[in-house]
């Protein structure tokens, strides 16, 4: 597969997994993190919002990997 091919094909994957964390991150906040104190909120939200890239690196380096 050509890298040009795997970059549309890995666009879409991470908009679409994106338009799904993005609601469920938000209701997981809604619902429990916004009962804990200060500190612990700002933890929890930096945690969500670098949370998502973990599982998109493989995705991310499949994408990049050099035509052959």
């Known amino acids: 597969m050509r ?6 094909i890995g666009t879409i994957a991470i908009l679409a997994f994106v338009c ?6 938000m209701a ?7 009962e804990t104190p200060a500190a612990v909120q700002a933890a929890l939200y930096s945690i ?3 949370a998502w890239i973990i599982p998109l690196m493989p995705l991310i380096r499949w994408m990049e ?3 052959r």
């Open 20 to 25: 799904l964390y993005g609601p469920l991150a």
């Open 48 to 50: 969500l919002g670098i």
């Open 3 to 8: 890298r040009r091919t795997r970059t549309l």
């Open 65 to 67: 990997r050099p035509d």
């Open 28 to 34: 997981l906040a809604d619902s429990r993190i916004a």
